[in-house]
T-cell receptor
Framework: DGGITQSPKYLFRKEGQNVTLSCEQNLNHDAMYWYRQDPGQGLRLIYYSQIVNDFQKGDIAEGYSVSREKKESFPLTVTSAQKNPTAFYLC??????????????FGPGTRLTVL | KQEVTQIPAALSVPEGENLVLNCSFTDSAIYNLQWFRQDPGKGLTSLLLIQSSQREQTSGRLNASLDKSSGRSTLYIAASQPGDSATYLCAVYAFGNEKLTFGTGTRLTIIP
């Protein structure tokens, strides 16, 4: 059963802690993306990767880091430098990294809350 | 800078009615426009993708149109059902800006 999985579904973080959100896909897609969704705002791009071992900053990369060591995995770390991390985080993938305008497929999301 | 607007932010209609959701964008130099559905607390599901050279796309009871010159798209839902209740988002992929720009969505409620 192909798709994108994200874990955990809910995550609670104390101030000053780093946390890592998992994103895995078995669609054999080249490109992967991380978005942040806040109430009343559209999705905003944090980071994207068009191919293994390569990634680029999106519009709101400050306070976040990523890695792309395997084609199927694109974890996102929310660092203590991110001042307002409470949000809903969505991972997505698309087939061809060189044609990133293909349809994007989304995971179920992780809701991060800072205590 | 590309901006995408969806008005209204929320819409309620009785079951069985046909309805139209609106999306407008400021820069007409786009590759494509996509419509997504999002259920509460869930990820996005792609509904329709319209290439810049196309005028419309259809899938079942859904029909999306694109008027690139005026910067507008509509999503038409025929014979609405309670299961259509969700937030609908549009997004455009613009030339020279290799990412999707999303609208804030329209929250649709179908009243049984």
């Amino acid at each position: 059963d192909g798709g994108i999985t994200q874990s955990p579904k809910y995550l609670f973080r104390k101030e000053g802690q780093n946390v890592t959100l998992s994103c895995e896909q078995n669609l054999n897609h080249d490109a992967m993306y991380w978005y942040r969704q806040d109430p009343g705002q559209g999705l905003r791009l944090i980071y994207y990767s068009q191919i293994v071992n390569d990634f680029q900053k999106g519009d709101i990369a400050e306070g976040y880091s990523v890695s792309r060591e395997k084609k199927e995995s694109f974890p996102l770390t929310v660092t203590s430098a991110q001042k307002n991390p409470t949000a809903f985080y969505l991972c997505a993938s698309s087939m061809d990294g060189a044609r990133a305008r293909d349809t994007q497929y989304f995971g179920p999301g992780t809701r991060l809350t800072v205590l | 800078k590309q901006e995408v607007t969806q008005i209204p932010a929320a819409l309620s209609v009785p079951e069985g009615e046909n309805l139209v959701l609106n999306c407008s964008f400021t820069d007409s130099a786009i590759y494509n426009l996509q419509w997504f559905r999002q259920d509460p607390g869930k990820g996005l599901t792609s509904l329709l993708l319209i290439q810049s050279s196309q005028r419309e796309q259809t899938s079942g009871r859904l029909n999306a149109s694109l008027d690139k010159s005026s910067g507008r798209s509509t999503l038409y839902i025929a014979a609405s059902q309670p299961g259509d209740s969700a937030t609908y988002l549009c997004a455009v992929y613009a030339f020279g800006n290799e990412k999707l720009t999303f609208g804030t969505g329209t929250r649709l409620t179908i009243i049984p």
